[in-house]
């Protein structure tokens, strides 16, 4: 699993630096990390959707669209029965903060759920993300 997030962050700074002749380096070195997290443990659906995630939206010449395709088909139908089982957590229970909305005449009490954390987000999109293909 640790080098499937170690891949990602590689393919986030081969993004953002300014050295261009380390992007592809960079790049490369990072999808075959997230290759090798996925073919260590091919049923693992954190590994597939951190590479499909990070590879959907790369450029046509690392030819990766249909593999992340691929692996966002396969996460979709087993995201579902993990959740059930509690090895992929759909949602935590949201701590809520009260807010005071005061007005002229009145105040009122609000209560107003916590925005989800990007761990959050990103273990949730699974489902979401196999809808948009």
């Known amino acids: 699993m640790v080098d499937a ?3 990602s962050l590689e393919l986030l700074e ?4 300014w050295a261009i002749w380390d992007k592809r380096r960079l790049a490369n070195e990072g999808l075959a990390k997230m290759d090798q997290a996925v073919n260590r443990a091919p049923d693992d ?3 597939r959707f951190i590479r ?4 959907w939206h790369l450029p046509f010449f690392f030819r990766r669209r249909e593999q992340a395709a691929s692996d ?3 996460i979709a139908p087993r995201a579902e029965g993990a959740v059930a089982k509690g090895t992929l957590p759909l ?4 701590p809520r ?3 005071t909305a ?4 009145t105040a009122a009490t609000v209560t107003v759920p916590n925005k989800p954390s990007k761990r959050q987000c990103a273990l949730t999109a699974p489902v979401r993300a196999a809808a948009m293909l």
């Open 5 to 7: 997030y170690s891949g």
């Open 14 to 17: 081969a993004a953002h630096t």
């Open 45 to 47: 659906l954190e590994a």
């Open 52 to 55: 499909a995630a990070s590879a």
């Open 72 to 74: 966002f088909t396969f």
């Open 91 to 94: 949602s935590w229970p949201q």
């Open 97 to 99: 903060s009260t807010t």
């Open 102 to 105: 005061r007005s002229s005449s």
